[in-house]
């Protein structure tokens, strides 16, 4: 928490997500303690200990919410062997150069990734880490998180069926899955915070049905509901993954998840690109949450998510950037963009509206991560998650309607990033990390996995 008092006077829009989804223009904000006290009209009755942000020419949206990220994968971006391939192909190109991954790389690969993700308005991100070559612990991660000052939802992830067991991954990047069990428990008792300003998070995520066992997804989702986390994992990614679903178990993802735990709404999904009726009805039924990441989906062929299909349904669906080498960008506006071209494509020009796609960006992304209490729309007595975008440069000039613009123009990056009501991007400027001397880390570290 902080004591900071802020003033954000006089912006254009201020895009609320409330309930009633209220947009005031020339709008305050104050915030105070973290927390924000006020919306409308009007500053402090007393300003002078009050820190003034100016946000005319601006529209001011919630802090974005990333819901699916392998950020160890941002040091592996356009790598040429995995540039044409399908899901399965890509990761078989990709495993053996993650396998030589350590500790430093991973604080460094997850702090580039994070201040990208900053960079683009992001306040809070997930994070999927499911290899552990060479001591690598789910800390190096959560620490390059503090460093940037995002939000971060960190899930043990795990992989426990090699290629000699009939599974997708490598034997050296497996582990035994008491072992797996035994790291989610240490992690989740040293770092996971159940407070409502929380910074972080711990969920147990077994990686996919096609790199663990039953017996590990049954048992993860156990110790989840023991412990009052959430449960993540990748499903019906493409045709693939419903292929091996077919052969492996005799039955669909979704009826794979629902028999062994993995529904509810403590549960969410990645992709669900190759979801049915039934099993939508399913996600629906049991407030079940998916990060769609289209253009993920989209670089590796997978298809287009049933996102119209879903959200009518009552689906809970956020946005995810998904690992950087499968994207290969980490910036979360786009996805937006992309989510409501792609839906546009398949059902037509009225089936995604620009503010529907960036309210999946804030609101459906807390509502996944089981934080919409507390973040997701700026409401007095909410956590100032705030994200300030300059409007009136050439992006947007010409734009009758600002707000649709952060969709359909662009690309904007952020001006300002406000979490817990600390400035972490500032005029465009990361305030808590060098991205220069980021940038460079990484080139050095993605040097070495070349050689």
Avoid at 60 to 77: K, M, S
Avoid at 93 to 115: H, K, T
Avoid at 141 to 151: C, D, K, P, S
Avoid at 365 to 394: H, P, Q, T
């Amino acid at each position: 928490m902080t004591d900071r008092k802020l003033w954000i006077r006089n912006a254009d829009i201020v895009v609320t997500m409330d309930g009633d989804r209220s947009e005031p223009a020339n709008a305050d904000i104050l915030v105070e303690g973290g927390c924000i006290r006020s919306v409308g009209a009007g500053g402090p009755e007393d300003p002078s200990n009050w820190e003034v942000i100016d946000a005319a020419g601006c529209v001011v949206t919630p802090a974005l919410v990333n819901t699916h990220h392998h950020l160890y994968q941002t040091l592996t971006r356009a790598v040429p062997a995995g540039q044409d391939a399908l899901l399965f192909g890509w990761l078989k190109a990709l495993y053996p150069v993650w396998a030589r991954m350590r500790p430093e790389d991973m604080f460094v690969s997850a702090q580039l990734g994070l201040a990208e993700l900053a960079l683009s308005g992001c306040g809070m991100s997930s994070d999927h880490l499911y290899i552990y070559p060479d001591g690598v612990r789910l800390e190096d991660t959560i620490e390059a998180a503090a460093t940037v000052g995002l939000r971060f939802h960190a899930t043990r992830g795990a992989m426990s069926v090699g290629e000699s067991a009939g599974g997708l991954p490598p034997d050296s990047l497996v582990e035994r899955e008491a072992d797996i069990l035994e790291d989610c428990i240490r992690v989740i008792d040293a770092f996971h915070d159940p407070s409502e300003s929380a910074m972080v998070r711990i969920g147990v995520a077994p990686c996919s049905p096609f790199s663990v066992s039953r017996e590990l997804m049954r048992d993860a989702a156990l110790l989840a509901a023991d412990k009052g986390v959430r449960l993540h994992t990748h499903l019906a990614e493409n045709a693939e993954d419903v292929a091996f679903s077919l052969e492996a178990f005799g039955c669909r993802p979704g009826d794979y998840a629902e028999r062994l735990g993995w529904v509810g709404d403590h549960v969410w999904h990645a992709h669900c690109t190759a979801l049915d009726a039934g099993e939508i009805s399913l996600l629906a039924r049991t407030g079940t949450g998916v990060a769609h990441c289209p253009s993920s989906n989209c670089r590796l062929g997978s298809g287009i998510a049933p996102v119209r299909a879903m959200r009518d349904a009552g689906v809970a669906v956020g946005l995810g950037v998904d690992g950087s080498a499968s994207n290969d960008s980490g910036s979360l506006l786009p996805e937006a963009r992309q989510a409501l071209l792609l839906q546009r494509v398949r059902h037509g020009a009225a089936a995604m509206s620009a503010r529907e796609a960036l309210e999946m960006a804030t609101l459906g992304g807390a509502r996944i991560l089981g934080r919409a209490a507390e973040l997701g729309s700026i409401e007095a007595g909410k956590r100032a998650d705030l994200a300030i975008w300059d409007v009136s440069g050439l992006a947007a000039a010409g734009a009758w309607d600002p707000v649709a613009a952060l969709v359909f123009c662009g690309p904007f990056p952020v001006r300002d990033l406000l979490v817990e009501g600390r400035p972490v991007v500032r005029d465009g400027a990361l305030t808590t990390v060098d991205p220069a001397a980021v940038a460079e880390a990484a080139r050095r570290r993605a040097a070495r996995l070349m050689e």
